[in-house]
């Protein structure tokens, strides 16, 4: 006889909560990436620099890179959903002010502001889905949660391609406030109030080596991807990083209230996984970063069209995230881990066969069996590593895969986009042999570099477009061969060290029977005491659900 269900009531309503503030975050970045071309217009934008730009993107990656690991933690400790909840307020103040801001510089500042709210999010919905499920329906959860992501980067471009097209370029990012001000509603309603009942003392060290390590690391990644890795300055950032990240490790080690408990990473089923996801996004977004300028640039396709070209990723993402759950019952996790990143790998190897003449069908449907792979390797990656842990110690897990995830990312776009710079730039220079200093430097510079030169040449930009076309299309296919490789690498990862099934949490509190049953370390004691000194609404349970209402 099956045991006791010990989610919450109200887990699918809550869940349906939880995906709405994810869509906010995802949403908005999908949504800026097709205004770039708006904001450079001095006249109907902000006439921001190529550089400016950039920053738009990695002032928010930076910030929300820096302090995902230590607002996942901090949500432990002080309240998920209360960090929800703030989280929600700042994102929509500061989607306000970037949509009035007057200057690229006020706009950079405000993406910044915005990725502080985006890391009190996203770890905390993670933590959330752990504490109101129950193990055995976790792994759906985390895939409906995950298939999220892949309704954003669908949605994304479409909606900010029609926004463009009938409002100003404000409106990317005040679509965020109707749908942040429905989700504090219903957040402040549905959600309970979670925390580690036993946080202990804070780790004041660790909170501030792990930010000081990542935002280091992130920005030499970023900056050495933009400029080249070939300045003084960018490897100090990337070796300070290293080592203030290597001091974290030491201290978190030796501590006796580590924020990470360094031990966890012996765990085959903890390092693997997060091995997995940082290698599979690593390639993913490396490849996957490119495809954009190959649709507009080179296919010549609106960012609307190019925004409905990517639906099918997003399907291959809705459709199998949440199926994932089955599959890994019936094949177990290992299995299809590894299945879903090879696929995902045979994808990247496509990348690198396109031609500026290829049937934009093959682009279409190599778009959803990419989507299809990598939603069989996120939802169980990721129940993987929340599996480890008990509930109260949840947001240190989100937070973990989370950052790996989103420093992954920034790797993969700086590193193969350095190899997509190198390769254009060798491939174009015999084109624009006879332009002029400055001008040369510019269409050498990148692929939009040199349409940008080629609309003032006249009858004459002819060879030129054709040739930025071929070379930048020649250095997709290195960065296309690149993903494939850590592709492959990943899948030996999993197929070496990830377990086959996936075992409950181990440890005091965190026992779990075969084949994920609770027992009944894992039940809730159904009768909630109010904690010391606290109200009706915030009230601690002696169980590792710590959650109310």
Not at 305 to 333: D, E, I, Y
């Amino acid at each position: 006889m099956d045991s006791a269900n010990t989610g919450h009531p109200r887990r699918w309503a809550i869940l349906g909560v939880l995906v709405i503030s994810l869509l906010v975050v995802v949403l908005d970045n999908t949504v800026l990436n097709v205004a770039m071309r708006t904001l450079a217009d001095p006249v109907h934008g902000l006439g921001a620099t190529q550089s400016q730009l950039e920053w738009a993107i990695n002032s928010y990656t930076l910030v929300f890179a820096g302090l995902l690991f230590s607002f996942g933690v901090l949500g432990d400790r002080w309240g998920r959903k209360r960090f929800l909840l703030i989280g929600l307020v700042l994102f929509g103040i500061a989607s306000v002010l970037s949509a009035y801001a007057q200057d690229p510089g006020q706009l950079i500042a405000a993406r910044a502001f915005m990725g502080v709210g985006g890391a009190a999010i996203m770890p905390v919905t993670l933590s959330i889905i752990s504490n109101v499920f129950d193990p055995r329906e976790r792994g759906k959860a985390i895939g409906i949660w995950a298939g999220s992501v892949g309704l954003a980067v669908a949605i994304g471009p479409l909606l900010g391609g029609f926004l463009l097209e009938h409002f100003w370029w404000g409106s990317v990012f005040m679509i965020n406030v109707p749908i942040i001000l429905f989700g504090l509603v219903a957040v402040a309603l549905l959600v309970p109030e979670s925390r580690d009942p036993q946080p202990g003392r804070i780790d004041l060290v660790g909170v501030v080596l792990s930010v000081v390590g990542l935002v280091a690391l992130v920005y030499g990644i970023v900056d050495g991807g933009e400029h080249g890795f070939g300045r003084p300055e960018v490897w100090a950032s990337l070796v300070g990083g290293a080592l203030v990240l290597a001091a974290f490790v030491w201290w978190e080690s030796r501590t006796t209230h580590p924020s990470l408990d360094v031990k966890l990473f012996r765990d085959a089923r903890f390092s693997a996984s997060v091995a997995s996801i940082g290698l599979l996004f690593f390639a993913s977004m490396g490849s996957f970063f490119f495809v954009g300028f190959y649709l507009q640039l080179v296919r010549d396709y609106s960012p609307m069209q190019s925004g409905a070209l990517l639906v099918p990723f997003a399907v291959g993402q809705m459709v199998f995230a949440p199926l994932s759950t089955n599959l890994v019952k019936r094949f177990g996790v290992r299995t299809v881990s590894a299945a879903g990143i090879l696929l995902a790998g045979i994808t990247f190897a496509v990348l690198a066969t396109l031609q500026v003449d290829t049937p934009i069908w093959i682009v279409v449907v190599n778009f959803f069996f990419m989507g299809a792979g990598m939603a069989n390797v996120m939802p169980p990656a990721t129940n993987t590593i929340m599996s480890v842990l008990p509930r109260e110690k949840a947001g240190v897990g989100s937070a973990v895969s989370n950052t790996v995830r989103q420093v992954a990312v920034a790797m993969g776009v700086a590193v193969l986009g350095s190899v997509v710079a190198g390769v254009y730039r060798g491939e174009i220079e015999t084109a624009t042999a006879a332009l002029p200093g400055p001008i040369r430097d510019v269409a050498n510079e990148s692929i939009a570099g040199a349409y940008g030169v080629a609309a003032n040449l006249g009858p004459a930009s002819g060879p030129l477009v054709s040739a930025a076309n071929d070379a930048f299309v020649h250095a997709m296919h290195w960065a296309a061969l690149g993903s494939t490789l850590v592709a492959l690498i990943a899948v030996g990862v999993v197929l070496r060290w990830m377990p086959k099934q996936l075992a409950g949490p181990a440890g005091p509190g965190g026992a779990q029977a075969p084949g994920g049953a609770p027992t009944r370390a894992d039940i809730p004691v159904n009768r909630a005491v109010p904690a010391a000194g606290g109200d009706e609404g915030d009230v601690q349970r002696p169980s590792r659900l710590s959650a109310v209402g």
